[in-house]
């Protein structure tokens, strides 16, 4: 049976290796030298501390300053409506007598 530190170990170079998050591989790559390894560890470190504080950031603004959206119904009755002048015209109409 394989020691348990081993197994997760194992694992989780299995997750880095076929990670898509980036710089989770390099940080486990064997063929990088460790001062690169150590360098993408803090990089992925720091850019996740980040990301977390600006999360963390924006929803404290957000429930100190909640915006809130109502709609207000404005209806009008068709009866309040000023009725719109119409007119209807053809081609050969008395044109003549429109324009008075």
Sequence with gaps: KMPRKSKLLENLNDYANRS???GIGYIFDGHLKFV?????LAIVIGSMSFAIWMIISSY????????????????????????????????????????K
């Design 60 to 99: 404290t603004t957000w429930q100190a300053d909640q915006v809130i959206t109502t709609l207000k119904t404005t209806t009008k009755s068709v009866k309040d409506l000023d009725f719109p002048a119409v007119t209807i015209c053809a081609d050969g109409m008395h044109m003549d007598l429109v324009e």
């Design 20 to 22: 898509t998050v980036h």
């Design 36 to 40: 690169d390894r150590a360098l993408w």
